[in-house]
Every structure is written in structure tokens, then in C-alpha cells.
């Protein structure tokens, strides 16, 4: 919560998407939320202008269901890894890039809806 203060809203928005994408790499999406959620009231107050909820909220349930890195924290995924042959290292090297770029445009667009609130 401090790189969000120093950070301002960008940093806040990030943060929320790294906590729970992180989160959600090895933990069901539902428990991702309900771990994260409490947290927003506070980084909402960050900066001089307070932050909507709802763009917060959005940023954490769109990171929550992006599990794409690891095959850990989506059921499916183990079954497709099972079946399909494939290793730890195939979803680290095509979940990881796939995971960044959903996380710049999640956070991006979420903070331009939240500018036009």
C-alpha cells in the first residue's frame, strides 16, 4: 500500500491488479476477492481525489480472473495440462506475456473510466 501512496492513482490501480493477480495464480478467484476486497476502502482514499470503488473493484475482478501464468489457480487448466502434455514452463512462458498485457490494459482502461466519472 506504500508504492500506491507514492504512486497516486496509477499506483493504486496497479497495485490492486498485481495483489490479486498474484493472489490468483494460486488461489481460487472467489478467494482472491474476498482477501482483496477489504483492502480497497483504504487505497481508494489515496491521493488528493479520492478513487470511485467501482473502477477499484473492476480493476480486482478482472485481475482475479486472469490466472494465466501458472496452471495453479484455475481447475481447468490442470485438466487441460493433464491431458494435453503440457508443463509448468508452457504457461509460465505463454501465460506471462499474455498476463502483461492484460494487466496494462486492465489498469488503463479502468483508470479512463474512472476519469470520466
Given at each position: 500500500?506504500?508504492?500506491?501512496?507514492?504512486?497516486g492513482?496509477?499506483?493504486?490501480?496497479?497495485?490492486?491488479?498485481?495483489?490479486?493477480?498474484?493472489?490468483?495464480?494460486?488461489?481460487?478467484?472467489?478467494?482472491?476477492?474476498?482477501?482483496?476486497?477489504?483492502?480497497?476502502?483504504?487505497?481508494?482514499?489515496?491521493?488528493?481525489?479520492?478513487?470511485?470503488?467501482?473502477?477499484?473493484?473492476?480493476?480486482?475482478?478482472?485481475?482475479?480472473?486472469?490466472c494465466?501464468?501458472?496452471?495453479?489457480?484455475?481447475?481447468?487448466?490442470?485438466?487441460?495440462?493433464?491431458?494435453?502434455?503440457?508443463?509448468?514452463?508452457?504457461?509460465?512462458?505463454?501465460?506471462?506475456?499474455?498476463?502483461a498485457?492484460?494487466?496494462?490494459?486492465?489498469?488503463?482502461?479502468?483508470?479512463?473510466?474512472?476519469?470520466?466519472?
Amino acid at each position: 500500500m506504500a508504492v500506491a501512496q507514492c504512486a497516486g492513482r496509477p499506483g493504486s490501480f496497479a497495485a490492486v491488479y498485481v495483489i490479486a493477480a498474484g493472489l490468483s495464480m494460486f488461489i481460487n478467484n472467489s478467494a482472491t476477492i474476498a482477501i482483496v476486497a477489504p483492502m480497497l476502502e483504504t487505497m481508494r482514499k489515496v491521493g488528493d481525489e479520492p478513487i470511485p470503488g467501482k473502477y477499484l473493484a473492476w480493476t480486482l475482478v478482472y485481475a482475479a480472473g486472469s490466472c494465466f501464468t501458472t496452471p495453479l489457480g484455475y481447475q481447468t487448466n490442470m485438466m487441460v495440462m493433464k491431458d494435453g502434455g503440457y508443463t509448468f514452463g508452457d504457461f509460465v512462458r505463454f501465460g506471462g506475456p499474455l498476463q502483461a498485457v492484460h494487466a496494462v490494459a486492465c489498469v488503463l482502461l479502468c483508470m479512463a473510466a474512472a476519469k470520466f466519472d
